[in-house]
């Protein structure tokens, strides 16, 4: 009776009455069903997800500095796989990619194995789409790029990227334990790439509730979790939010278009071969008018250099990078003009603290 007469009341009384409701827009969404394995040493159980694949000789992928990884998986594996290619390359080079399938194919892989960030995954997925091979992504980064359809891959100085659902690695295996070593530094920007996933994801042409919800989340995650980790990297908490986000903000980006914002990382990652997760970092504020305020000061929490002249970039490539960029842009919702996209540029450049005037 009481909640009847609550009801009521909430109903009547002018000041009680909920919100008015609105109608929701018109929008398409299409699930994209992957296996996704959290939590701490859950890599242990891969030889079990092998066996309910039925696969038993994957070849293991990883960059140079991250064969340690590699040789973990062996031993966890006990020896059981292909074989051993330890030259991953930032922005997936198509020469690189060569090499990879000549060991995949003349071992006999029957599946593939990533154990790293986004150049690692990058190019389990570039060897994947070329040969129907099962991918297992094991991320120790926040890229995200393992829960997306999109392969960007650099040739002849320009990096592309594409997208088909076939990209997307069958498994992920997210174990927060390898992500308590990743440095500081890598860290804060992996986790800002992470964000422009989630970030272009709300202006999407073809955004959705759900994935808004899931940006916004993902959003919250990593901007409460990546200064946490500044001040102790091994905070196992802020480790596990934090991986928790990047998956969020990585299925984001596999679910919707991308926009300016990674167009211009596109264009300068693969023409100037700029870092990958510091490109995006720098670029992020400049892209994004509404959350510029908001980006800066977490950029300043995470101390993160600012300026894309700190990683070798000139500035007698601005005009290049501009050219570029505009010449196949992505959809963006606002109209893409040379002089403003060369002004932006030109900001991340210099490092100056994003502004929306422009």
Not at 11 to 19: A, E, I, M
Not at 79 to 100: C, I, N, Q, S, Y
Request: hydrophobic share 40%; glycine share 8%.
């Amino acid at each position: 009776m009481h909640l009847f007469a609550f009801a009521i009341e909430l109903t009547l009384h002018p000041f009680l009455q909920p919100p008015r409701l609105t109608a929701i827009d018109a929008f398409e969404y299409n699930a994209h069903p992957a296996r996704v394995i959290f939590g701490s040493g859950t890599i242990k159980k891969l030889p079990e997800e092998l066996a309910r694949l039925n696969l038993s000789n994957p070849v293991v992928l990883s960059t140079p500095e991250q064969t340690g990884h590699a040789e973990q998986v062996k031993e966890i594996l006990q020896g059981k796989m292909a074989g051993l290619f330890g030259e991953a390359t930032m922005h997936t080079p198509a020469d690189v990619t060569e090499r990879a399938l000549q060991v995949a194919t003349s071992s006999k892989a029957d599946s593939i194995i990533s154990i790293g960030g986004g150049s690692t995954v990058g190019l389990g997925e570039a060897i994947s789409i070329r040969t129907g091979l099962y991918h297992i992504a094991i991320p120790t980064t926040y890229a995200g790029s393992e829960v997306t359809p999109i392969l960007g891959e650099t040739a002849g100085g320009r990096k592309e990227a594409r997208s088909d659902p076939k990209i997307r690695p069958g498994t992920v295996i997210y174990d927060v334990d390898y992500t308590l070593t990743l440095p500081v530094k890598l860290s804060a920007t992996s986790g800002v790439n992470a964000i422009a996933h989630a970030v272009e994801a709300l202006y999407a042409r073809n955004s959705n509730p759900i994935i808004s919800l899931l940006a916004q989340e993902g959003t919250r995650a990593l901007a409460t979790s990546l200064p946490q980790i500044i001040e102790d990297p091994r905070l196992q908490t802020a480790r596990s939010t934090a991986l928790y986000g990047a998956w969020l903000c990585g299925t984001c980006l596999g679910n919707v278009g991308m926009s300016l914002h990674h167009k211009l990382c596109h264009t300068l990652g693969g023409s100037f071969n700029l870092p990958h997760a510091e490109t995006h970092t720098i670029s992020l504020p400049e892209s994004d008018g509404d959350a510029v305020k908001g980006l800066n000061v977490l950029l300043w929490k995470l101390k993160v250099e600012r300026g894309l002249k700190a990683y070798g970039m000139k500035e007698s490539d601005i005009d290049m990078a501009a050219d570029i960029a505009v010449s196949s842009p992505y959809w963006n919702p606002r109209e893409i003009e040379r002089s403003a996209v060369r002004e932006l540029i030109r900001r991340a450049w210099a490092g100056e603290d994003a502004r929306s005037d422009l």
